[in-house]
């Protein structure tokens, strides 16, 4: 079931919907009476006002049903915003090839008909739908289509009166604890002081001890360092300077016309000197600190958010080497954070088109024998060959992993390493599930000709999956859909997931859903295995095939002792529990000698292939089976190699 395709303003409509600052608000008596009487004057079961926000749509009213959101992936009114011009009905979901595999019609709440008005604001943006829904499929006419549509018109008015009273109350732009400007005077100001061409210091002041005094003394203690540490901010500065309070315990200091490290050390040090002395509080003294970041405009940017952006860095960075000290901006910091906020813009543009920039390389993982890798492996033999599979000899190819790779005209190549942190786990799994798809599809295409080669025989195609797409409750169908539709079966995959996938937080019902899959044929391995957070207890809650040895244990092979103790307690691990290991990051011969002595059962590295297109796979392979020295395969056959 793909889900909605993202709406090519959706930066824009996300912004304006949380502008409202209505998600996940207590309920209120005006939308309650617009769904009931929505209810009542359609004669559904089902009656919702739905906003959709970047990952769910979060119902501020709703008649006949229990639960408050939805994963958007499963939400018909991501489709019903897709065209804010005109209402979207759905009569029998159980036909619609959008809806019929979808968890919320094959199951709980048995949805059938459906009929959504887009909720549209005076932007022009689609912040959701109020929807009507029935178990049963139906046609709506036009009456009924009507009604909706001037209750949707009365939703809209009640959350534009409500905007307007929030912005009444924001008006004020000074913050009522401390005197000082609020974080929007405080960026009007900044972004004046810019537009104007004047150079100016931004300092960003996080207090270090607040959360100690607001949790271990009371509020009132809070209260009254916050106050003296806006008063001795306020002291400290120069006349003309800006003073203003942006959060809880969080302060930006704007120095006007300051535009050389010298002035802005100077007054940011005063500032640090006044903020760590202690704060008189009754007949106690309170521990005050504070931690610093410095950033200079035009030096380092000329925009007010990311100028503020770069002193937070360096703020963070300074509290992350010693707490309390002074942070100063780099030209480095400003063009990784620029670079960030390129990527993302150009990664959301990729999604709103489809993700053209994706791509699945593929990266063959191999039976670690004999053969082409040397002399007879020692160690244990005490495996499942249930769970082995036929490879594991001679170099045999026992799997390929697909990997995801992105790229855009703006910002070229990202590697992935780049990628993931900038873009973060939603944006990720939309990228996850274009690339499984791609992978899925290549791989099935290998299929014929390799098989006619003596390739492939039982090599599987191994795909990721990220915590987050993990805890969704519907990626078990999710998953098997793609593969059955790339014409292949879950014999031909296994599914690699993360240690953090098995923490409690991730339900037993989800990990059900993926012991389901290994019951029709697909491998369960834990990647990147030693390396999280989880107890060897955690391996109980899911029946795994195998384990991935993460590369920075096998790169420290022969040149730290403590690294070939744990890759041997891993591999008796692993076969204790009848589990495949294979080894990741293989880089050299004498790696791969140490695992095989230690034991280990299957290795993946660029000392033997780097991750490649799909073409270059079919041509990697069939120069394998070509090739007949014993001698390992760096990344053969050569001259292909080279172009990838």
């Known amino acids: ?52 926000d970047e990952e769910r749509q979060w119902f501020k009213a709703r008649h006949g049903l229990e639960v408050a959101e939805t994963p958007r992936d499963l939400a018909f009114c991501a489709h019903t915003i897709l065209t804010p011009d005109r209402p979207m009905a759905v009569e029998d979901a159980t036909k619609d090839p959008r809806f019929r595999e979808n968890p919320l019609v094959t199951g709980a709440p048995d949805i059938r008909a459906y009929l959504g008005v887009p909720l549209v604001n005076h932007e022009g943006h689609a912040l959701g739908s109020l929807c009507v829904i029935d178990r049963e499929a139906r046609q709506f006419d036009r009456e009924t289509i009507g009604t909706v549509r001037t209750l949707a018109r009365a939703v809209v008015a009640n959350l534009e009166l409500r905007r307007a009273l929030l912005d009444a109350r924001e008006a004020a732009l000074t913050d009522a604890l401390t005197g000082l400007p609020n974080r929007r005077a405080t960026m009007a100001a900044l972004t004046e002081t810019l537009a104007g061409g004047t150079p100016v210091a931004v300092a960003t002041v996080d207090l270090d001890h607040f959360k100690e005094a607001n949790d271990g003394e009371g509020h009132a203690a809070g209260d009254a360092l916050l106050k003296e540490a806006a008063a001795r901010l306020r002291e400290a500065v120069r006349p003309g300077d800006t003073v203003g309070r942006t959060g809880g315990d969080e302060f930006v200091v704007l120095l006007s016309g300051v535009e050389d490290d010298a002035t802005a050390d100077a007054v940011v040090q005063r500032i640090s000197t006044a903020l760590h002395r202690p704060v008189p509080y009754g007949e106690r003294m309170l521990r005050l600190g504070a931690t610093l970041g410095i950033a ?84 244990p033999e005490r495996l499942n060959p249930d769970r082995m ?56 295409a290998l299929q014929g000709p390799l098989l006619a080669a003596g390739r492939l025989a039982e090599t599987r195609l191994a795909l990721n999956l990220s915590a987050s797409e993990v805890a ?24 690699e997931i993360t240690e953090e996938v098995l923490l409690d937080r991730v339900s037993d019902r989800t990990l059900d859903g993926l012991a389901a899959l290994r019951g029709r044929g697909a491998r369960l391995v834990l990647d990147d295995f030693g390396t999280g957070n989880s107890g060897l207890s955690q391996l109980l809650r899911l029946p795994l095939d195998g384990l991935k040895l993460d590369r920075r244990f096998t790169q420290r092979l022969g040149t730290d002792v403590r690294a070939e103790e744990i890759v041997k307690a891993t591999v008796s691990l692993a076969h204790s529990l009848g589990l495949r290991l294979v080894a990741e990051g293989i880089e050299t011969p004498r790696q791969v000698a140490m695992l095989r002595a230690l034991g280990c059962d299957a290795v993946q590295g660029f000392l033997f292939a780097r991750p490649m297109t799909p073409d270059a796979l079919e041509r990697w392979l069939r120069g394998m089976a070509a090739e007949e020295t014993p001698d390992p395969i760096p990344l053969g056959p050569r001259i292909a190699r080279r172009a990838h």
Not at 316 to 322: C, L, M, N, Q
Not at 358 to 369: D, F, H, K, S, V
Not at 406 to 422: A, K, M, Q, R, T
Request: negative net charge; aromatic residues 4%; proline residues 6%.
């Open 296 to 379: 200079l405009a035009p030096a380092h940017a000329d925009d007010a958010e990311m100028l503020v952006r770069v002193a937070d860095e360096a703020l963070v960075r300074a509290k992350r080497d010693a707490r309390g000290s002074i942070g100063r901006a780099s030209p480095e910091d400003a063009a990784q954070l620029m670079r960030a906020a390129a990527v993302l813009r150009a990664f959301d543009a990729d999604a709103a088109a489809g993700l053209p920039g994706a791509t699945a390389q593929l990266q063959p993982i191999l039976g670690l024998g004999r053969g082409r890798f040397g002399t007879e492996r020692l160690g």
């Open 1 to 52: 079931m793909p889900p909605a395709p993202l709406p090519r303003d959706e930066r824009s409509r996300v912004a304006s919907l949380r502008s409202y600052e209505v998600l996940d608000t207590e309920s209120e008596e005006v939308f309650d009476e617009i769904v009931d009487l929505a209810a009542r004057l359609t004669h559904s079961p089902i009656a919702l006002v739905s906003l959709v």
């Open 389 to 444: 599979g036929e490879g594991g000899a001679d170099g045999a190819v026992l799997a390929v992993e697909a990997l995801a790779r992105w790229s855009h005209p703006e910002v070229g190549d990202v590697p992935p390493g780049e990628l993931f942190p900038i873009i973060g786990p939603a944006r990720g799994a939309l990228l996850g599930r274009a690339v499984r798809g791609q992978a899925l599809a290549a791989f099935a």
């Open 472 to 495: 969704r409750a519907d990626i078990a169908v999710e998953l098997a859909g793609q593969v059955e539709r790339a014409g292949l079966s879950l014999r031909a995959v296994e599914i």
